[in-house]
């Protein structure tokens, strides 16, 4: 039997069983990397689609095969293999080709592959643009642009100052702060992703959790009050928020709501009708008919990690695993259908190779 070893600060030693590796042909490449025949793993967990005739450990914890490189065990989907370069592996991974940025955010597209360069936490630039994460700022100029060590959703150029991919439109440039989640502020005024809240007192504007602010008058989400909220009753946990009458998830209302029996924590939300993870409902399902644990929700014909569909998930066999914690801290699934054995939602195993 194959197995993985991992040490962690919160759990500390951890072994995961990699019941599908074929003992004759595994192979360790590094400490954080294998193959066998057939599979390729990154620690204890697959990296699909990669090939393990050809696959190549580059610095923890990136790899690549002839067809693509591996961030974490997922795939970049690289345009160009021939072109592909790390611009940082450390402290953000960024990397590039002659087609696309590539970051944990996901890819996209440039327009310089020769002067593409990271120059903060969270913007970069090329000959014709600043980028913020994977999105371009708005008329910034990419030979003075400075991203703002404090706060590094923003910075300045020759013509003024942003916020994320926006331009502020303050007249006191000097005088701006960022406050996080959008939202910056003036001697005289509160701004979100750029644009003045005309609608906001400045003077007793405090942020709450999450987007959720408020002022002397009004409970404040995405830089505009929230219609219909009730000050006396509102409560927020993370991104969602209620009253006595509504629900909202990042500003945005819940529809149809059954207040009696609503409930909510930072991830999910459910009434007697609904099941929301993290804002987007769950088609179709009603909570007293199916079974929820561990971010898993099982129906009758569909098996739901978080908000996405398992597309091989065998709902009528679907089996969570409550404490997949077994003797010595060993760890190797905890769900488990008729063909595939799961682990946070992705296979770690098919079925018939685990040995009850």
């Not at 690289?78 to 970051?103: A, E, H, N, P, R």
């Not at 909570?287 to 597309?311: H, N």
Request: net charge negative; charged share 30%.
């Amino acid at each position: 039997m194959v197995s993985f070893e991992n040490w962690t600060f919160s759990f500390g030693p951890q072994k995961y069983v990699l019941y599908d590796a074929d003992p004759n042909s595994f192979e360790t490449l590094k400490d954080w990397l294998a193959k066998d025949k057939q599979h390729v793993w990154y620690q204890q967990a697959w990296i699909e689609g990669a090939d393990p005739g050809s696959i190549k450990a580059d610095k923890q914890p990136l790899c690549h095969d002839a067809n693509d490189y591996y961030f974490k065990g997922e795939a970049l989907h690289v345009s160009d293999m021939q072109t592909f370069k790390v611009i940082d592996l450390d402290s953000y991974f960024i990397g590039k080709d002659k087609d696309y940025c590539y970051t944990t955010d996901g890819r996209f597209k440039i327009t310089d592959y020769k002067a593409f360069e990271r120059i903060g936490y969270r913007h970069s630039t090329d000959s014709h643009h600043v980028y913020y994460y994977t999105e371009v700022v708005e008329g910034a100029d990419p030979k003075t642009f400075k991203e703002d060590q404090i706060a590094s959703s923003g910075g300045k150029d020759k013509n003024g100052i942003y916020e994320g991919i926006h331009r502020v439109e303050t007249s006191s440039p000097d005088a701006y702060t960022s406050i996080g989640f959008g939202y910056g502020r003036d001697e005289h005024n509160i701004y979100y992703e750029g644009h003045r809240c005309p609608d906001i007192d400045a003077s007793t504007f405090e942020m709450t959790e999450a987007i959720w602010a408020k002022d002397k008058d009004h409970i404040i989400a995405k830089g505009k009050p929230l219609e219909g909220a009730d000050t006396a009753s509102f409560v927020t946990v993370w991104y969602y928020a209620y009253d006595n009458d509504q629900a909202w998830y990042n500003g945005e209302e819940l529809p149809d709501i059954d207040m009696e029996t609503f409930t909510c924590d930072s991830s999910w939300a459910t009434d007697s009708l609904h099941i929301y993870h993290q804002g987007h409902l769950l088609e179709g399902v009603i909570p007293s008919e199916v079974k929820m644990d561990m971010d898993y929700v099982v129906a009758k014909d569909k098996v739901w990690y978080g908000d996405k569909i398992l597309q091989d998930a065998d709902a009528a066999s679907f089996e969570i695993i409550e404490d997949p914690q077994g003797p010595n801290r060993v760890i190797s699934f905890d769900a488990r259908d008729k063909s595939w054995h799961y682990l946070q939602g992705k296979k770690v195993c098919r079925t018939e190779n685990v040995k009850h």
